[in-house]
T-cell receptor
Framework: AQKITQTQPGMFVQEKEAVTLDCTYD???????LFWYKQPSSGEMIFLIY??????QNATEGRYSLNFQKARKSANLVISASQLGDSAMYFC?????????????FGGGTRLMVKP | DGGITQSPKYLFRKEGQNVTLSCEQN?????MYWYRQDPGQGLRLIYY???????QKGDIAEGYSVSREKKESFPLTVTSAQKNPTAFYLC?????????????FGEGSRLTVL
């Protein structure tokens, strides 16, 4: 069974600094994908970044990058130059290739608070 | 604009009543999903559907029912058998056959049982 673990319930970061949100996963399937979503207080889920298990390079999308360490089964999200608008819940999620329904399994989330 | 519309955004229900949450998408996506989120928690899968007239139970399907009569629509009924229905419900969809694709989410429906 898939499992996603986010060990940081809450984090503070100073505006303009970088922050790393941790995510570890567990799957026996060699083919899988990892996703990060942002959930502001309004509740909608915003897709941020995707990393495939066979991708040779770490994914990047603007200020977001994914520190993918396959042997350690970790997929940490790095946000550079934090902004006040980055304050939100962040969820790591995974889908493996044997997942017939293509659903995502989510971690428990990390609440990020950006200080001015 | 293409997207997923959930309604109502807020809903109050008395104990013992069934309630149906609407989810409509105009993205032409094959697969649709319902997730439940409790305060400060992650998302848990209730039901999903990959094609019209077919759906499967997720991890926490007890007390819920769904239908998929049209590609665009995937309503969720929270029945009186659901012991703790107060939660935030999120509907999502994705293109079928692209397993690396992300889920697109609606804005959610917040259900409170009085």
């Amino acid at each position: 069974a898939q499992k996603i673990t986010q060990t940081q319930p809450g984090m503070f970061v100073q505006e303009k600094e970088a922050v790393t949100l941790d995510c570890t996963y567990d799957t026996s399937d060699p083919s899988y994908g990892l996703f990060w979503y942002k959930q502001p207080s309004s509740g909608e889920m915003i897709f941020l970044i995707y990393q495939g298990s066979y991708d040779q390079q770490n994914a990047t999308e603007g200020r977001y990058s994914l520190n993918f360490q396959k042997a350690r089964k970790s997929a940490n999200l790095v946000i550079s130059a934090s902004q006040l608008g980055d304050s939100a819940m962040y969820f790591c999620a995974m889908r493996d290739y044997n997942n017939a329904g293509n659903m995502l399994t989510f971690g428990g989330g990390t609440r990020l608070m950006v200080k001015p | 604009d293409g997207g997923i519309t959930q309604s109502p955004k807020y809903l109050f229900r008395k104990e013992g009543q069934n309630v149906t949450l609407s989810c409509e998408q105009n993205l032409n996506h094959d697969a649709m999903y319902w997730y439940r989120q409790d305060p400060g928690q992650g998302l848990r899968l209730i039901y999903y559907s990959q094609i019209v007239n077919d759906f499967q139970k997720g991890d926490i399907a007890e007390g819920y029912s769904v239908s998929r009569e049209k590609k665009e629509s995937f309503p969720l009924t929270v029945t009186s058998a659901q012991k703790n229905p107060t939660a935030f419900y999120l509907c999502a969809s994705m293109t079928g056959g692209v397993w690396s694709g992300e889920l697109f989410f609606g804005e959610g429906s917040r259900l409170t049982v009085l």
